[in-house]
Every structure is written in C-alpha cells, then in structure tokens.
C-alpha cells in the first residue's frame, strides 16, 4: 500500500447530513516515494523542446499559463481578462477594448477552464478557449501568436463557471450558469426577494457558435433551465456527437447555507443537452427573443486594434416547453466533474460527496429516452430512471472525486480531492487497477488530449489546491503546486513537483508538433494596417490636433525615433503611436515614459500607442524596457512639457534632424 499524507478540509465536510472530517495538519511530512532514474524522463537538454505544450488555467491571475511538458517550465503568461503590465495588455489604447463589458471595462477576472478546438474529436491546434467565472465571458486566443484576439460577455449568465468546453467540430464552445438567478431579460434582472429563488431564480446553458474559418464567435442560442447551479461540462464526441452534458448542484433550490441546504438529496443531476434538437427549434423559429446587452469585443491583427461592439438580443429556447432538448440524470451527489470517453460511450459523473463514481451509458440513455423510461420530472423536465442509464459504479474509489480524464488505452483517472490521490479504473469493468498520491488535495487534472477521441496516454498532471511543505516557504501565501505522472506503463509514477502561476483549476495538453511549426515568428510591416503606422524611421513626425498631440514613433535597434520632442503642454494628451521596425524573431521593443505607470511591449512589425497625460511641467524622459541589444541603456529620449500658456513651437527629432 502507498503511504498517503492527507491534507485535511479547514472546515468540516458534510456528508449524507453528517459532519465526517474535520480540519488538522499533518504531523509530519511524508516524502512521496520517487523511483530512481525518473530525472531522465522530465530532464529537457539545454537546445532541445518539451513534447507537449500545456495549456493551464491562471485562475485569480484572470489570464491562461503556457507550460512545458515533461519539464514543467513556464513559457509564457497570456493576458486574457485582467491587466498585464508585462505586455501593456489592458494598458494600451489597441487593447483596452478588449476588456469592455456591459457592466463597463473589467480588469480583473477569475479564469478557470480552458478548452483547446478540435476537429473530429482530435486537437487541431488553430485556438484556446477561456472563460471568465466572474463577469461572464468567453475568449478566444490564436495558438499562432499566443494572443487573445477576441472576447464574447456571455448574457442572461452569472458565473461562468462550466465553460468553455468545446464540441466535436469545435462548433460551439458551450457556458453554464453557475450561479441561477433572475435573468438579465428586457435589459436588467428584476428586483425580486431572494427568497422567491424556487419562482425567480433561473440557468442557462449557453451556445456560442464558432466561426470555422475565423473563429469569429457568436452567441447562437441559450436554453434556459430551471435554477440549479450548472458546475461542469463535456460535450459528446463520435456516436454521442450532438450532444452536450453538464454536472449541476443544488436541485434542493436552496439560496442560504448551501453547504448544508444543497447537500440534502442522495442525487442531484447531470444535464443532458441535445443541441441538434435545439439548432431544429431555432429553425423554426420557436425561441423567444431576449433583450439584453452584452459585449463583443474582436482584435482585427492588421490593424492589430481591437473594437468592442454591443448586442442587444439572444435566442432563448424553455427547456421546459420545448420537449427534446433536455434530460436529466441522476447522480450521486452534489457532482463537479462530467466528462465523456474517447467513444463517446459513456458520461461519467463525480460527485463531491459520494463514494462512488456513476457512469451512464449514451446508448443506454437514449433508449431510456425513447423509452419515456422516467422516474418523474424536475420543473418541467424528465428525469430519466437512475438504473436504465447506468453503465455502471465504480466502488469504493476513495474520497472526493472531481475530474476524470481518459488514456485512450481503456482507462480513466479521476481526482480525489479529500483522499489526495489519483485513481486509475478499467472503464469497462469499473475496477480500480492503480492509485497514486498528490500532494495535496487534488482539484482537477489532465492527460495530454485527454478530452479527445484520440488521447496520448503518456502523461496525467495533478492540480493541487494545497501545497503546505512541497516548496520553499513564501510567507502565509504559498504557490499551487502541479504534479506530473508517467502513465505510460501499468502503474503511474510520481516524476516532478512544478509550481504554477495563479491558481490553475483545470488544463488542456497538446503535442508541439501540432503548434510549433505554425507559430508567427514576427508581424510583416508591410500588412500592418494600423491608423497611426509609421513604417520607416523618416516618416517619424509629432502632430498637434487642437490639445491633442500624436507622437509617429519608430523603434528600432538602438534608438526611437524622434527621440527629442518639446511644444507639449499641461492640458495636452500625448499619444505615443510606436512601431518596432524589426523584422527579426524575438526583438521586442518597450517604451514607457516617467509619470506614467503603464508600459508598451511591441513586437517585430507591430504597432501600440500608450496614452500620456502631463501632470507637471518639466523634462520627462522616455526610453526602451525591453532589452534589446548592447546599446539598450542609449535607447533613450526626452520630451519637454511647458505650462499651458506657453509659446513653446512644437519640434521633434532625432539627432540634427530636429525641425
């Protein structure tokens, strides 16, 4: 048996009404038993690549983290929902709109799952998909560039939690309501009791159609549902393809102390979507039109700015009205995670609470359907019998589950968040065959193209939501810790400890080579589209428009271009429009100027205008953050702010060119 460190709840945990498991710490600390050898597995030679990119969740951070598989190095942090001062993103005049909401610019979110599009059920290396919990939205970034391109707010939603797992096609990229409440219809939600949750208080499960040459998205349709919390996601693949599931919670419809109050019932559900029948319903014309505003916001990459456009209305369809489109299942208990196999046979669900794993069978649960084998109905929808879908239990698997993902090999791993461990189990005889200690208390994980129809089977990486003696200590906050096991033989292996960036919830992997060879190496000035592009350090100039004045900026190694610049005033706003001229790989430029705290970071071809507004008279100097070559240090200028009344002629230059 394996020795186990159990990293307890700070609170105690309810189970079948009764408080088992109170918080504590370890007494002692318990290495995890590292076989010999393992080093050379994770070991990446200086000059040579990881295998496969891993694309995680930045959590609070409200961007997405790109690491390295098997080492666990970190190669980049995308700016997604929140502000980066690193890149500028959400600080830059071009990128700002990229954070508009309904609810005005939101520079902060909780990003929590990413989803990577797939074509017949396989990888496809074209986009990430991320959500945001918080203010609901969807976003959309280019495995080319490693950018967020676009943004969708997600109406009629509030927590944006069971999001934004994609389709077989990657047709729509699918968002469920965490948190029910009044819809936002007819342009804010009504001002009701909380109390009147059973009667007000509504989901939805939202379908964003995805463009197949762009990726330009669109919310297509939503299907509305009675007030349950909507947790987790997969949709069909191969004989279940036109299907969508998610996990729910609290079909108690309680609205205070859900801990307790949303933990009563032996079973909640599993949501049955089928989104074929409801593409039919929209057809006819059978969905009801929802007024409300949410944001679209695109990042055009020639002008390389983006532009925020308002919706006004959705298309609703009552599941409830609407026979067809949806079905419940039940499960056991308060479930999180619900995942499908690479057969689209089978739907596994993992409750919180129980100590079992349910899975269902698709074919089982489509004859229950054409059965009408119900065992009674939900608020207005059919409850399908527990027996007649069930595949099977898996017994006894340990404490907690949460998340299972897939080996392609017939077997599946699912997380235990209380028992701390990793559990292996034979999909067809639901035996468990392997387990293995996290370190500690694991929240999701991933196989690299586990959610696919063609998983690689290699490897299964640990999120870990505690990390106690794992690191050094940094204070009371500690880094999340990620984990990484050799999954390759009969039994999994510990092989590296990494600490991740934000707290990462679920992650999706993917093979380099499917990636590598179509990264953009660097923006052609010559399809630089930018208003304000200054494509040759001679046309560099400075123009006064009333109080506005815009600086046509170049940089290139080692200078900016005009780098002296005087006839600003107080009451002035100064726009930096500056283009790096390079045209090679990995020179990024910086600019910033004393004063202000933002900064620009462009890219070889690239344009981006910082927004500066004097504060005091006086010289302000500006230079390059981003170190470039020798000379970076002389990579420098000066910009010269007079009072308001000054008559002060505006010049620029560079060198003896001063005019």
């Known amino acids: 048996m394996n020795t186990r460190t159990y990293v307890l709840l700070p609170a105690a945990l309810a189970f079948s009404g009764a408080a088992f498991f109170s918080g504590c710490k370890p007494k002692q600390v318990v290495v995890a038993p590292v076989q010999s050898g393992v080093a050379e597995k994770v070991y990446v ?82 986009w990430i998909f991320a959500n945001a919990n918080n203010t609901p939205r969807i976003a959309r970034i280019s495995l080319q560039t490693f950018r967020t391109e676009e943004i969708i707010e997600i109406p009629n939603s509030s927590g944006n939690h069971s999001s934004p797992f994609v389709t077989e096609n990657t047709e729509y990229t699918v968002a469920g309501t965490r948190f029910a409440y009044p819809l936002d219809d007819e342009g804010s939600s009504p001002d009701v009791p909380i109390n009147t949750y059973k009667e007000n208080f509504k989901s939805t499960v939202s379908f964003v159609a995805v463009d197949p040459q762009h990726g330009r998205m669109n919310v297509a349709f939503q299907v509305l549902l009675p007030g349950v919390d909507i947790d987790l996601a997969r949709a069909g693949k191969l004989k279940s393809h036109g299907w969508v599931f998610f996990s729910c919670y609290n079909s108690e419809l309680a609205h205070t102390l859900l801990e307790v109050n949303a933990s009563q019932k032996d079973k909640d559900f599993i949501v049955a979507i089928n989104w074929k029948k409801a593409e039919e319903y929209v057809k006819a014309g059978q969905g009801r039109k929802s007024r409300t505003k949410y944001c679209h916001n695109v990042l055009d990459e020639g002008t390389h700015t983006a532009t925020s456009t308002v919706k006004e209305e959705v298309i609703v369809l009552d599941a409830a009205k609407l026979p067809g489109i949806a079905y419940l299942m039940p499960c056991p208990k308060s479930p999180h995670g619900c995942d499908t196999d690479p057969t689209g046979s089978y739907i596994v669900g993992s409750g919180k609470l129980a100590a079992l794993i349910p899975v269902f069978s698709f074919d089982k649960m489509l004859a229950a359907i054409e059965k009408k084998d119900h065992e009674g109905e939900f608020m207005g929808l059919p409850v399908l019998k527990y027996e007649s879908v069930l595949h099977g239990e898996v017994k006894k698997p340990g404490l907690g589950p949460l998340h299972t993902e897939f080996d392609g090999k017939g077997f599946a791993y699912t ?245």
């Open 415 to 659: 997380s235990f968040f209380v028992t701390s461990e990793i559990v292996k189990w034979n999909i067809q005889t639901l035996q468990v065959v392997d387990r293995q200690p996290t370190f500690y208390s694991v929240g999701h994980l991933t196989v690299p193209g586990g959610p696919t129809t063609k998983p690689h089977g290699k490897y299964a990486i640990a999120y870990n939501k505690i990390t106690k003696d794992r690191y050094l200590p940094t204070g009371p906050e500690l880094t999340q810790s990620a984990q990484l096991y050799d999954i390759s033989g009969e039994k999994m292996k510990l092989l590296l400890d990494f600490p991740t960036v934000g707290e990462p919830h679920y992650a999706e992997a993917i093979p380099a080579a499917l990636v590598a060879p179509k990264s953009k190496k660097f923006y052609k000035i010559e399809d630089n589209r930018h208003p304000y592009v200054t494509k040759s350090e001679k046309d560099a100039r400075v123009v006064r428009e009333g109080n506005v004045v815009r600086v046509y900026m170049t940089a290139i190694r080692s200078h900016v271009a005009p780098d002296n610049i005087e006839g600003v005033k107080l009451g002035d706003t100064v726009y930096f429009h500056v283009t790096n001229l390079e045209q090679d790989w990995d020179v990024p430029h910086g600019f910033a100027i004393k004063g202000l705290g933002a900064e620009l970071l462009i890219m070889p071809g690239e344009t981006a205008t910082l927004k500066y507004v004097p504060t005091r008279v006086g010289i302000a100097p500006f230079y390059c953050t981003d170190f470039c070559s020798a000379l970076h240090q002389e990579m420098q200028g000066y910009l010269r702010v007079s009072p308001a009344n000054s008559r002060v002629p505006l010049t620029f230059g560079l060198g003896d060119t001063a005019k």
């Open 45 to 126: 030679a200086p000059g040579k690549h990881d295998e496969f990119y891993n694309i995680v969740s930045g959590g609070f951070s409200g961007g997405v983290a790109v690491y390295g598989l098997p080492s666990g190095r970190l190669f980049r942090q995308i700016p997604v929902f929140s502000q980066h001062p690193e890149s500028g993103y959400g600080y830059t005049e071009e990128t700002k709109a990229l954070l508009n909401t309904s609810y005005g610019p939101q520079f902060w979110d909780d990003q929590h799952h990413t989803s990577l599009s797939t074509t017949k059920g396989e990888h496809d290396g074209r």
